[in-house]
């Protein structure tokens, strides 16, 4: 079992920058894939990043390819997803996940989700 809290959310501007925070607790020592996923009002949860245990693998949706960066820190149980160049369509609730396994972009292979952090880009 492992519990993930989102942080780091907000509102910005077109073309401006953020970045989010997902700290981990409980089975941590597990060698977790992490992931990110969005989700818009009234559209489906999308697949944002995700990247394994070691770091060395990461995978990106082609819409935030170029733009976003997905990283973690195993010592400090954390993943970040930074974003830059952020675009109107960026607007979502930001969730962090994580599945044992393979590196997918699936969201119905993660088993832990947190809460969401909402991230607004105004034109």
């Known amino acids: 079992q492992v519990q993930l809290v989102e942080s780091g959310g907000g509102l910005v501007q077109a073309g401006g920058s953020l970045r989010l925070s997902c700290a981990a607790s409980g089975r941590t020592f597990n060698r977790y894939v992490l992931g990110w996923f969005r989700q818009a009002p009234g559209k489906e949860r999308d697949f944002v990043a995700a990247?394994?245990?070691?770091?060395?693998?990461?995978y990106y949706a082609d819409s935030v390819k170029g733009r976003f960066t997905i990283s973690r820190d195993n010592a400090k149980n954390t993943v970040y997803l930074q974003m830059n160049s952020l675009k109107p369509e960026d607007t979502a609730v930001y969730y962090c996940a994580a599945k044992l396994g393979r590196l997918t972009g699936e969201a119905n292979e993660y088993d832990y989700w947190g809460q969401g952090t909402q991230v607004t880009v105004s034109s």
């Open positions: 990247i394994t245990w070691s770091g060395i693998s990461t």
